[in-house]
């Protein structure tokens, strides 16, 4: 009985050996194949890989089908739009395209773009700003002191003051009710 428990220990040793083998095997295949997907070297095939090529215009025939869908319609005679953004910047468009759809509230502006510092665009665009930017130009008065458009009016009523006298001479008072007269009438 002892050989036969030898027999059966040497066999269970020897049938353990090559399920480990296997493994090393498959793994070395494994390993292989990862590496077989390079994409150049000497000896391995190439990988072809397909590139798909857009062009712009493909993009931009989707969004005017879309855009028409909408009824947008064109609106002539916009020479620039500027996006104010929260951190400075603007983006200036010149001579865009510009497209509306009242119905949906949608508006469609495509163009040339650039992006632009406030401070470069500031002297150009001060009449286009409204008084929403005061805030825009109180953040940037950190960097650099701009007048703001309190400050112009400010300044304005101080002239105003100073002139006040003079100012006065010039109009003439008012004589009559005009409510009264178009009432008889």
Do not use: C
Request: aromatic share 4%; proline share 3%; glycine share 6%.
């Amino acid at each position: 009985m002892s050989s036969d428990q030898k027999t059966t220990t040497s066999i269970a040793s020897t049938d353990a050996a090559p399920v480990f083998q296997l493994n090393q095997k498959k793994l070395k295949e494994l390993a292989e194949n990862a590496n077989a997907i390079k994409i150049g070297g000497k000896g391995t095939a190439r990988r072809k890989k397909k590139i798909i090529h857009r062009p712009a215009n493909a993009d931009d025939k989707k969004l005017q089908s879309s855009l028409k869908k909408l009824a947008a319609n064109n609106i002539q005679g916009i020479e620039e739009v500027n996006m104010f953004k929260d951190n400075g910047e603007v983006i200036h468009f010149s001579n865009p395209k510009v497209q509306a759809s009242l119905s949906s509230n949608t508006f469609a502006i495509s163009g040339h773009s650039d992006t632009k510092s406030l401070q470069e665009m500031l002297p150009t665009i001060m009449s286009q700003m409204g008084m929403s930017t005061d805030n825009v130009l109180a953040s940037e008065a950190g960097r650099r002191k701009f007048p703001t458009h309190n400050d112009q009016q400010q300044s304005g009523n101080e002239q105003s003051e100073q002139t006040g006298a003079d100012a006065d001479d010039e109009v003439p008072d008012l004589v009559e009710n005009f409510d009264d007269v178009s009432n008889s009438k």
